[in-house]
């Protein structure tokens, strides 16, 4: 039988919180699920693993570009959903979504105080005494029957720009993703990610707008 240590515990209590709040954050959408796929062509770039979506579909547009790496594959994507990717600030997090074409979609929450103040600066996962923590949920095919999430089990996340006004974000990811088990035993596939986009969807809390002095 598999012994957990006091931290190991701790740990999975962290990401199975995370974890539940991603899922029921994701299962809003699910109400919300259109048929984008019936109105929308994804073409495939043979050289570069490049997905295109053809320009006259209005819900996605070019907001800049996420590039990842995972088993073996490398992916970029300059399309996204506009309704679904956005910024989402409170006082001690912030909820980062990316929807792209071919149903392919990130969600990222990093937890620091005030990280409203300054967000940029590195964030572990894995590591229960670190102050500056991140999760990431990746979703290799939100359209699928059934939905398949592989969650951070350990890594770094690094953020070299996040302006809350302007919705510009450059960050760096270098973890390992898994299921549930991979999280308890802190295993997974290597993931890499390069973000550089420009957010138009900018939510802040209303106990954040009212610390904010916003109406």
């Keep these: 039988m598999k012994k957990f240590t006091s931290n190991s515990l701790k740990f999975l209590s962290l990401s199975a919180l995370l974890a539940c709040s991603i899922s029921c954050g994701s299962s809003s959408d699910d109400e919300s699920k259109e048929s984008d796929e019936n109105s929308t062509t994804v073409q495939s770039d043979a050289e570069n693993n490049t997905s295109k979506v053809e320009e006259d579909n209005e819900d996605y547009h070019e ?7 995972y088993q073996g594959e490398s992916t970029e994507i300059n399309t996204f959903e506009k309704n679904r990717t956005d910024l989402t600030f409170s006082k001690n997090s912030m909820v980062l979504r990316c929807a792209g074409e071919g149903d392919r979609r990130i969600q990222l929450t990093l937890m620091k105080p005030k990280v409203y103040e300054n967000p940029e600066g590195e964030y572990k996962v894995g590591e229960n005494d670190a102050e500056n923590k991140f999760l990431l949920a990746y979703y290799p095919d939100y359209s699928a029957d059934v939905l398949k999430t592989l969650t951070s089990t350990q890594g770094k996340l690094t953020v070299q720009k996040l302006d809350m006004e302007t919705g510009e974000v450059q960050l760096t990811i270098d973890t390992k993703i898994g299921e549930l088990q ?3 035993d802190k295993t997974g596939d290597d993931f890499k990610l390069t973000l550089d986009m420009d957010f138009e969807k900018i939510v802040l809390d209303p106990s954040l707008k009212q610390k904010l002095g916003e109406k």
């Design 182 to 184: 991979d999280i308890i």
């Design 63 to 69: 907001l800049g570009s996420m590039k990842f790496t």
